[in-house]
């Protein structure tokens, strides 16, 4: 699947998700890509694990987890089984990932779509926090009937 964008002005093409991450470009899915049985630290982590020599440390990814969520004020813990999470936790976790890989872009395609009141609510917080720190650029997509947007930039950098 190829994504295209036009970034500072100038229209880009993506052959895969690995080439747009690479050019700091970051998405939060609407269908959530979770390993159930593994814990919230090791799905914000995978494919970009921390080592303590030949293996994994996941005291140092619950650590690192930890100072995620607490730049997003949300109240996950990184040691839980994702599968164990609301739906709107688990988009946290996906927001957390996205900010991990130190994206200049991050596109939400339709967030809210299997959401509650209460967890939009939540995420657009989340959201309007990020803007306001001002260190990355958002795109919110949705085609959900539940929010005022179809498609709009979440500041004006993008």
């Given amino acids: 699947m190829k994504e295209r964008f036009t970034l500072k002005g100038k229209e880009v093409e993506y052959k895969n998700v690995s080439e747009s991450e690479a050019a700091g470009i970051a998405i939060v899915h609407q269908e959530l890509n979770m390993m159930n049985d593994l814990t ?46 609301t739906v709107g936790k688990q988009q946290m976790v996906e927001i957390a990932k996205a900010i991990s890989t130190n994206a200049k872009v991050i596109v939400f395609d339709e967030p809210t779509a299997a959401l509650s009141n209460s967890e939009i609510e939540e995420l657009f917080k989340v959201i309007r926090d990020l803007r306001e720190k001002g260190s990355r650029n958002h795109l919110h997509l949705t085609q959900n009937g539940r929010n005022q947007c179809d498609f709009r930039p979440c500041n004006r950098n993008a």
Avoid: S, T, Y
């Avoid at 440390?57 to 004020?73: P, Q, V, Y």
């Fill in 40 to 85: 919230v630290a090791q799905n914000l982590f995978i494919g970009q694990e921390r080592m303590n020599g030949f293996f994994i440390d996941d005291k140092k990814m619950e650590k690192d987890a930890e100072e995620l969520f607490k730049k997003l004020n949300v109240d996950i813990k990184p040691g839980a089984k994702i599968g164990e999470l």
